[in-house]
């Protein structure tokens, strides 16, 4: 039974695992969306929102060697502070989208969806509930 074991394995080891999602958040960061499948979609969603709220709170030097620790290019860690958390600001959490696709991969079915970063001015409203009269 897997009662309170939270993520997903991917059938990798636990480095490879975290290299995977590592290159995932740095493509994300540097081109604003990423084809992939919808586990590794939702998985990477909270990974790549943390490095955003790092660099939410402007540059400081400690929050730019934790988010240089987890990105691969340092240059995406600079758009990274200078774009993407001045962008996000007033933003209380909840930067990216996931949008599936109706067709799966063709070599294994797998069902796949393209993470990306939300607009300049895109808002998404929580799901409102319908009034019980």
Known sequence: MRHLKAGRKFKRSPSHRRMLLRNLATS???H???KTTVAKAKEL???AEKLITLAKDGWN???FRRVLAVVTKKDVAFKLFKELGPRFKDRPGGYTRIYKFAKVRQGDAAPMAVIALLGEDEIIKAPTRPSVV
Do not use: A, M, R, W
């Open 32 to 34: 604003g969306k990423v």
């Open 61 to 63: 030097l400690n929050n």
């Open 28 to 30: 994300l960061l540097e």
């Open 45 to 47: 969603q909270p990974f």
